[in-house]
């Protein structure tokens, strides 16, 4: 029951950290490359989400992983 609740929680934490991406993201693409003017600066952006969308997934994952994880063994004591 406990490995559901931490597969659920890292669930969660993926598609927050997901959602809190593409959320952030026009503004961070803004940032990294600068305004979009000929088809390079496009090309950066698509570099740019393609890297960031499976790395913010896999450190959501792991955030909530660990969270739920410590907040189960706190239970446990």
Same mark, same amino acid.
């Given at each position: 029951?406990?490995? $559901?609740?931490? *597969? /659920? *929680?890292?669930?969660? +934490?993926?598609?927050?950290? #997901? *959602? *809190? #991406? %593409?959320?952030?993201?026009?503004? #961070?693409?803004? #940032?990294?490359?600068?305004? !979009?003017v000929s088809n390079d600066e496009m090309n950066q952006n698509v570099v740019l989400f393609l890297i960031s969308t499976p790395?913010? !997934? /896999?450190?959501?994952? $792991? %955030?909530? +992983? !660990? $969270?739920?994880?410590?907040?189960?063994?706190?239970?446990?004591?």
């Amino acid at each position: 029951m406990n490995g $559901l609740k931490i *597969a /659920v *929680a890292a669930l969660a +934490g993926a598609a927050l950290c #997901l *959602a *809190a #991406l %593409i959320a952030g993201f026009p503004r #961070l693409a803004l #940032l990294i490359t600068g305004p !979009v003017v000929s088809n390079d600066e496009m090309n950066q952006n698509v570099v740019l989400f393609l890297i960031s969308t499976p790395l913010s !997934v /896999v450190i959501g994952a $792991l %955030i909530g +992983g !660990v $969270l739920m994880r410590r907040r189960l063994q706190k239970k446990r004591n």
